[in-house]
């Protein structure tokens, strides 16, 4: 399993275990981020569950707009991240818009950790941030095959400053790359 479809799931999975836990015990989760223990409001309730499905929804769009579950009944083309790949057309835009979701929520976590220093709060810092900087390294290195060179077999976007490929010269020709 590549790190792309890690992190489909990982985002998947998270959101779920958010949104299963807001669907069947919205009155725990609101008891345990007040002050105060009151009942929860209905209004409460009623938010937290529709932020419940909504987290739902959005994890099981992450995983199918990313080509992690096929959509077609031949089982056995590969999915892949190709920006040009018909199987997952919607797969890069996806992933960028997870990724800024997941930064998103780390900074506001983290706003709330920082003013009421409540545990539950780092535990989504934690979480979000991690699923963040994996969603980010994965738009970076993860969605483009690279410019490999056809006569070297080099990364073309690579450079000697400020050190040389000294092995790759002794291969080719004494040249440096």
């Not at 199918?64 to 199987?87: C, F, H, Q, R, W």
């Not at 990724?99 to 979000?128: D, E, M, N, P």
């Amino acid at each position: 399993m590549d790190v792309f479809h890690a992190y489909t799931y990982s985002t998947a999975g998270w959101l779920l275990m958010q949104s299963l836990t807001l669907i069947a015990g919205p009155s725990m989760i609101v008891t345990m981020l007040l002050d105060e223990t009151r009942p929860a409001s209905p209004m409460e309730l009623y938010f937290a569950r529709c932020l419940g499905f909504s987290l739902l929804t959005i994890a099981v769009l992450t995983v199918m707009l990313t080509g992690s579950i096929p959509l077609t009944a031949d089982i056995k083309e590969s999915v892949s991240t190709d920006e040009n790949d018909p199987k997952a057309p919607y797969a890069v835009p996806t992933l960028m818009v997870t990724s800024i979701f997941h930064s998103a929520c780390a900074f506001y976590a983290y706003t709330w950790y920082v003013t009421g220093g409540q545990g539950l709060f780092a535990i989504g810092v934690a979480g979000y941030s991690g699923l963040a900087a994996i969603g980010l390294w994965c738009m970076l290195f993860a969605s483009s095959n690279g410019r490999i060179s056809r006569r070297t077999g080099a990364d073309k976007r690579t450079t000697g400053y400020p050190f040389k490929n000294s092995e790759a010269a002794k291969k080719h020709g004494g040249k440096s790359l």
